[in-house]
């Protein structure tokens, strides 16, 4: 395979599917964990109720349900009821322009990083050998992306603490990504712009607002750096240690996993890309976490040599390809893994692994312990889509 | 950048842009209306011999280009004009199965750029407190019963706001969670836009559609 070797466990744990464990270089043909997403709170003991919120929760963007279990104050555990909204996406038997439109549907506010990785393991499931010009423009497509996600993070952060004007300069911020995303791909969240064998992607202006994007963050991020309450609720708040942490938690808890670097799916390496790693694995490091990856991303952006314009022109299938294919990226909430099985132009098989489960998981972990006002700031940190952890895929 | 927020909120002058017709920003397109001839394989059967159906549409650019896009934002429908709620208007939102982009997307209407907040539109926390409820997403089962208890909390008449192809047609992924005809008012897109968003409700409030 052209971004994995099967077997052997080389380059940090990237996830795992239904199928496989996932390593940077590797994928392992083990029968994998159950799943991580925890959503039966822990049974009570004398004295503790259960505090449960949603499915329609006022301050949550999704449906969920979550289920506290607390003598009071203190939180014991918590369940994280997600399958309120599962929607069930059938992929296989689809032709793959239809398969498409359906993977980028799967999580909306990541589009980009879903088409890619689904696009690249079909590309090599059927033999199509992309240009270089096309693997830069999605680079900076997934970059666009983890710029506008990582500031959606931070806004709501800063939201959680009541402290309007940084969130309203950084929503303002949001919204200026996202009409630069549209001004690139068509579309403000890359829909209909990414598929196998090409993209839809103009950077006829040169992508020129991001300098002042990064400027104005910048200066944004200094000054929630020097606010004392800001950071009294973020530090200390959730910690998460382990070694086995995917994503942005991982990079916060030390661990140096950052699927671009570790994976030769995409050429990040050439790119100088840094990786962005805290060792406190709180809700703090994870901010600083995604707030240097919003710089770093815009950095990689303007050294990418972008080609001005790609009209979405199909490129030659052979036909001659395994039949099979895999491949990641590292979205904004952590790796993206798809393998593919193709027949006669038809999804044969899907397998995958996606994040968002395990960053429920990492919030239920960290939440014990904690107290009801921490709560808000432990869920944003993570950057959990419901979207995503609760869909089923056949 | 000083400690002092309040200053530098001030210091940076109104980010809100005066005139909310969307024509002005050309690299919106999609989602869009759709104009064109001729036969197309349209992935949801949005085009046929009755001509572009926003509601199917996906906005996924196959039809391209026998269809193209036009820009014109005013893609929805509503039954009729309430002048009732044009000081204020409360709005709860019901994800039934979203991707999340229609969420994020209605969210964006609060960014300084539209401030929907300066046209009287205000999201509640409670279904009790709001004077439309509005769905997104496709249906799924185990959230029937918390969108019927919703329609049920808020007080009458409810209005039934349907929000992007997924809660009116289903779209690609599913069914719609809700008749059509419950809706009394249709907002097109995948994800609809934040302008033709805006400009829904500001009709459906009986207000000037542009947000001067
Ligand atoms: S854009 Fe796609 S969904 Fe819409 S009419 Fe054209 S082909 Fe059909
Ligand atoms: S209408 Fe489109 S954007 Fe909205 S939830 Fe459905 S797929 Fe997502």
Same mark, same amino acid.
């Given at each position: ?394 | ?43 949801? !059967? /949005? =085009?046929?011999?009755? +001509?572009?159906?926003? %509601? #199917? ?73 709001? !004077? /439309? =409820?509005?769905?997104? +997403?496709?249906?799924? %089962? #185990? ?70």
């Amino acid at each position: 395979m052209r971004c994995f070797d099967i077997g052997g466990k080389v380059g940090p744990f990237l996830g795992e599917s239904q199928r496989y464990i996932i390593f940077g270089k590797t994928i392992m043909p083990e029968h994998p964990l159950e799943s991580p997403v925890i959503r039966m709170p822990p049974s009570k003991k004398a004295g503790e109720f259960q505090l449960t919120y949603g499915p329609l929760a006022g301050g949550m963007l999704e449906s969920v349900t979550l289920k506290f279990i607390t003598p009071g104050e203190i939180i014991r555990g918590v369940g994280v009821e997600d399958k309120f909204k599962a929607r069930e996406i059938k992929v296989s038997g689809r032709t793959i322009p239809d398969a498409i439109l359906m993977i980028e549907r799967l999580n909306g506010f990541h589009a980009a990083s879903h088409s890619i990785a689904f696009s690249m393991a079909v590309e090599e499931a059927i033999g199509i050998k992309v240009p270089e010009e096309i693997l830069k423009a999605r680079m900076a497509m997934l970059e666009l992306e983890r710029i506008r996600s990582h500031l959606h993070v931070v806004a709501n952060l800063a939201e959680a603490d009541s402290f309007a004007v940084p969130s309203k300069r950084l929503s303002y911020l949001s919204e200026k990504v996202t009409r630069l995303i549209s001004r690139t791909s068509g579309h403000r969240y890359f829909f209909g712009s990414i598929f196998p064998g090409g993209v839809f992607f103009s950077n006829r202006d040169k992508l020129s607002d991001l300098s002042s994007i990064g400027k104005e963050f910048n200066s944004i991020y200094g000054g929630l750096l020097s606010s004392k309450i800001f950071l009294s609720r973020l530090k200390g708040n959730g910690i998460l240690q382990g070694e086995k942490i995917i994503g942005p938690a991982g990079r916060a808890a030390g661990i140096s996993n950052d699927a671009r670097l570790h994976s030769g799916c995409l050429p990040f390496g050439k790119t100088g890309l840094r990786e962005i790693t805290y060792a406190d694995g709180d809700a703090y490091a994870r901010f600083r976490v995604r707030s240097d990856e919003i710089l770093e991303s815009i950095r990689v952006i303007e050294n990418l040599d972008l080609p001005a314009e790609i009209d979405g022109k199909k490129q030659q299938v052979s036909f001659d390809g395994p039949s099979k294919g895999a491949a990641i990226v590292e979205s904004p909430s952590g790796p993206i893994f798809y393998y593919v099985e193709v027949e006669d132009g038809l999804i044969h098989l899907i397998d995958y692994s996606f994040p968002s489960p395990f960053n429920i998981s990492y919030f239920s972990r960290s939440m014990k312990g904690k107290v009801f006002t921490d709560f808000q700031f432990n869920w944003e940190s993570y950057g959990i889509w419901i979207s995503e952890s609760s869909a089923v895929i056949s | 950048m000083t400690k002092y927020w309040f200053l530098n909120g001030i210091r940076r002058r109104i980010l809100t842009e005066k005139d909310l017709s969307a024509y002005k920003n050309p690299g919106l397109l999609w989602p869009s209306r759709i104009e064109g001839h001729g036969e197309v394989s349209c992935p949801v !059967d /949005a =085009i046929s011999s009755g +001509g572009w159906n926003s %509601e #199917k549409c996906i906005f996924c650019r196959r039809c391209i280009p026998s269809y193209t896009p036009t820009g014109d934002q005013d893609i929805y429908e509503t039954e009729k004009s309430d002048p009732v709620f044009r000081k204020s208007f409360h709005i709860f939102l019901v994800d039934s199965g979203t991707c999340g982009a229609c969420n994020t997307e209605i969210n964006s209407i609060f960014a300084p750029q539209y401030d929907a907040n300066r046209l009287g539109i205000f999201v509640t926390n409670t279904p009790r407190d709001a !004077d /439309a =409820i509005v769905v997104m +997403g496709v249906y799924t %089962e #185990k959230m029937q019963e918390p969108l019927k208890r919703a329609i049920e909390a808020v007080p009458k008449p409810a209005m039934v706001i349907g929000l992007g192809t997924c809660a009116l047609s289903g779209g690609i992924l599913g069914k719609n969670p809700l008749d059509r005809e419950v809706y009394f008012t249709r907002i097109s897109g995948c994800p609809p836009s934040p302008y033709t968003i805006i400009r829904a409700l500001e009709e459906m409030r009986n207000r000037r559609r542009d947000g001067r």
